[in-house]
């Protein structure tokens, strides 16, 4: 590894991508669902990223910017669609036999359908808390939200979701 | 990873990491890199997108000045309503100049990449006086008898290669009118960090980039109003018109980021221009500008939309009316642009007021609209 503080725009681009991309993407997975629109989402916060290097010039600070743009444009996108999903229990499988994968597949589609179903701000904090573990304090500076609130989203995100994927299950 | 105490904390991080378990994103490293490079080159040309958007409006040129600007809001397509709607034809002039040579319409760079790293010639229908200055457009906000409407001014400036477009805007957010009957809205320390402009659609789309260090522009100020937050943004929709000469449509990002609102205004989608009607001053002095210092005879020259294309002018000193006219706008019910001479007045500070002609009387109705400059007129 380089010198990070000699990096320019392209490479800081190119060494983030590495480290960071697939973990970004799946992140606004959680926040849109939908893994095309979260690509874009990221790949949108490179971009913008590298236009911003000049005045971030530090990996860790890089990386903030780059989280807090997914987060704000993954907001944005669903703003954008208008509608917000609404939670629709999954139906009984049909099929007790259906193996392992099914299931599994299954599974992960009722949780990402419940996390659609929350508030923007529970789903957030619940996806940067749980998800990409960051403390109480990073997360309220980056939603600019105080601790309370973030304790708040985060409890009451849980709740929802325990309960959302219990009647699932 | 992290230590949950609660065990429903740790069934969620389970379950979240398990629901993007099996995400894995093709390799998109080259389509970024492709993008940053376009970035890089689009910023770069920005100037000749403003050039070529500048070629649509070649009546600027017809009517025989050069100073960047239409009106928004008219038929800019270059129908001779649309003519005068730059100052034109105000002899003896401070602001216009010139017309420069007519650059063919075949000569703007914007879709020539080869030539971005060239230095920007002098587009057609741009002002380039003598020392590299020229003539912006810039809207500010004003008070009239209807409420706060949009006053347009032209404003020297030394471009020194910036593109007319984010440098009309910085001026817009940033810089105090010349009459002090005007002003912008936008929250002090406002910063017009950088504008995209992208030409390639069906509308020029034009990113504008602002920062301010002391306040979300996202959220409208508590002493700002919501009808002066929506005019402080057709206050940038126009100006950026204006300098472009075409219309365009405008998205925002505000500190880095795409703003769904600006000053607490929906910019969710792109704004276009409101209705001039609702947002327009109905009468412009545009020359002599504020503070003038000139000798008679000299021609007024600006824009109105009166009842009956009536307009009326004085030239007063105190409560004393010195001189006083009338004259008629080219055409009434729609900005129009109006000219009258003043051939003989003495020497003197003076009050130039235009109004037009209010057929109510000023008993009911919207009441008269005014426009107002301090001249001083010389010996």
């Given at each position: 590894?380089?010198?990070?503080?000699?990096?320019?725009?392209?490479?800081?681009?190119?060494?983030?991508?590495?480290a960071?991309?697939?973990?970004?993407?799946?992140?606004?997975?959680?926040?849109?669902?939908?893994?095309?629109?979260?690509?874009?989402?990221?790949?949108?916060?490179?971009?913008?990223?590298?236009?911003?290097?000049?005045?971030?010039?530090?990996?860790?600070?890089?990386?903030?910017?780059?989280?807090?743009?997914?987060?704000?444009?993954?907001r944005?996108?669903?703003?954008?669609?208008?509608?917000?999903?609404?939670?629709?229990p999954?139906?009984?499988?049909?099929?007790?036999?259906?193996?392992?994968?099914?299931?599994?597949?299954?599974?992960?589609?009722?949780?990402?359908?419940?996390?659609?179903s929350?508030?923007?701000?529970?789903r957030?904090?619940?996806?940067?808390?749980?998800?990409?573990?960051?403390?109480e304090?990073?997360?309220?500076?980056?939603?600019?939200?105080?601790?309370?609130?973030?304790?708040?989203?985060?409890?009451?995100?849980?709740?929802?979701?325990?309960?959302?994927?219990?009647?699932a299950? | 990873?992290?230590?949950?105490?609660?065990?429903?904390?740790?069934?969620?991080h389970?379950?979240l990491?398990?629901?993007?378990?099996?995400?894995?994103?093709?390799?998109?490293?080259?389509?970024?890199?492709?993008?940053?490079?376009?970035?890089?080159?689009?910023?770069?040309?920005?100037?000749?997108?403003?050039?070529?958007?500048?070629?649509?409006?070649?009546?600027?040129?017809?009517?025989?000045?050069?100073v960047?600007?239409?009106l928004?809001?008219?038929?800019?397509?270059?129908?001779p309503?649309?003519?005068?709607?730059?100052?034109?034809?105000?002899?003896?002039?401070?602001?216009?100049?010139?017309?420069?040579?007519?650059?063919?319409?075949?000569?703007?760079?914007?879709?020539?990449?080869?030539?971005t790293?060239?230095?920007?010639?002098?587009?057609?229908a741009?002002?380039?006086?003598?020392?590299?200055?020229?003539?912006?457009?810039?809207?500010?906000?004003?008070?009239?008898?209807?409420?706060?409407?949009?006053?347009?001014?032209?404003?020297?400036?030394?471009?020194?290669?910036?593109?007319?477009?984010?440098?009309?805007?910085?001026?817009?957010?940033?810089?105090?009118?010349?009459?002090?009957?005007?002003?912008?809205?936008?929250?002090?320390?406002?910063?017009?960090?950088e504008?995209d402009?992208?030409?390639?659609?069906?509308?020029?789309?034009?990113?504008?980039?602002?920062?301010?260090d002391?306040?979300?522009?996202?959220?409208?100020?508590?002493?700002?109003?919501?009808d002066?937050?929506?005019?402080?943004?057709q206050?940038?929709v126009?100006?950026?018109?204006?300098?472009?000469?075409?219309?365009?449509?405008?998205?925002?990002?505000?500190?880095?980021?795409?703003a769904?609102s600006?000053?607490?205004?929906?910019?969710?989608?792109?704004?276009?221009?409101?209705?001039?009607?609702?947002?327009?001053?109905?009468?412009?002095?545009?020359?002599?500008?504020?503070?003038?210092?000139?000798?008679?005879?000299?021609?007024?020259?600006?824009?109105?939309?009166?009842?009956?294309?009536?307009?009326?002018?004085?030239?007063?000193?105190?409560?004393?009316?010195?001189?006083?006219?009338?004259?008629?706008?080219?055409q009434?019910?729609?900005?129009?642009?109006?000219?009258?001479?003043?051939?003989?007045?003495?020497?003197?500070?003076?009050?130039?007021?235009?109004?037009?002609?209010?057929?109510?009387?000023?008993?009911e109705?919207?009441?008269?609209?005014?426009?107002?400059?301090?001249?001083?007129?010389?010996?």
């Open positions: 590894m380089t010198d990070s503080r000699a990096w320019d725009a392209d490479h800081a681009v190119e060494e983030l991508y590495a960071h991309y697939r973990r970004l993407v799946r992140l606004s997975v959680l926040l849109v669902h939908d893994v095309g629109t979260a690509e874009e989402v990221v790949q949108d916060a490179f971009v913008a990223m590298h236009g911003k290097w000049r005045g971030l010039r530090d990996p860790d600070r890089a990386l903030a910017y780059l989280r807090q743009s997914v987060v704000n444009r993954s944005s996108v669903l703003r954008h669609r208008g509608v917000q999903a609404r939670y629709v999954p139906s009984q499988p049909d099929h007790p036999s259906a193996d392992e994968d099914v299931l599994a597949a299954e599974r992960r589609t009722h949780v990402l359908e419940a996390l659609r929350l508030p923007d701000r529970q957030e904090v619940l996806a940067l808390r749980y998800y990409l573990d960051l403390s304090a990073q997360i309220a500076e980056m939603l600019g939200i105080s601790r309370g609130a973030v304790k708040s989203h985060a409890s009451r995100g849980v709740h929802a979701l325990r309960s959302l994927v219990k009647d299950s | 990873m992290t230590d949950y105490r609660d065990p429903d904390d740790e069934r969620v389970d379950l990491h398990d629901a993007v378990r099996d995400i894995d994103p093709p390799d998109r490293l080259d389509s970024i890199r492709a993008r940053t490079r376009v970035r890089s080159i689009r910023r770069r040309r920005t100037w000749f997108l403003g050039a070529g958007a500048a070629v649509v409006a070649t009546a600027a040129t017809v009517a025989g000045v050069a960047v600007g239409g928004p809001g008219t038929d800019q397509a270059g129908g309503g649309f003519a005068g709607g730059t100052p034109g034809g105000a002899a003896g002039s401070t602001l216009t100049t010139p017309a420069a040579p007519s650059g063919s319409p075949t000569e703007p760079a914007a879709t020539d990449a080869s030539s790293a060239a230095t920007p010639s002098s587009p057609t741009t002002a380039e006086a003598e020392g590299g200055t020229q003539a912006l457009p810039v809207y500010y906000v004003g008070e009239t008898s209807y409420g706060l409407r949009l006053f347009r001014e032209f404003h020297r400036t030394q471009l020194d290669g910036q593109d007319p477009v984010s440098a009309a805007l910085t001026q817009a957010v940033s810089t105090t009118p010349d009459d002090g009957d005007y002003r912008t809205d936008w929250p002090e320390g406002t910063r017009v960090e504008v402009v992208d030409g390639s659609g069906a509308h020029t789309m034009v990113t504008v980039h602002l920062a301010n002391g306040v979300d522009l996202r959220q409208r100020p508590e002493q700002m109003s919501r002066q937050a929506r005019l402080a943004l206050q940038l126009y100006t950026a018109e204006a300098a472009a000469q075409s219309q365009l449509r405008m998205s925002f990002v505000v500190d880095g980021e795409p769904d600006v000053l607490g205004v929906d910019t969710s989608r792109p704004l276009k221009e409101a209705d001039q009607v609702d947002v327009v001053a109905l009468v412009w002095i545009i020359d002599p500008p504020e503070g003038a210092r000139l000798s008679a005879p000299f021609t007024v020259s600006g824009l109105a939309n009166a009842f009956e294309a009536t307009v009326h002018w004085e030239l007063s000193q105190g409560d004393t009316v010195v001189k006083r006219g009338t004259t008629t706008a080219e009434a019910f729609v900005m129009a642009p109006y000219e009258f001479t003043v051939k003989s007045v003495p020497p003197g500070d003076y009050t130039l007021t235009v109004t037009d002609d209010d057929p109510t009387g000023g008993t109705g919207p009441g008269v609209s005014v426009d107002t400059k301090s001249i001083t007129v010389l010996p």
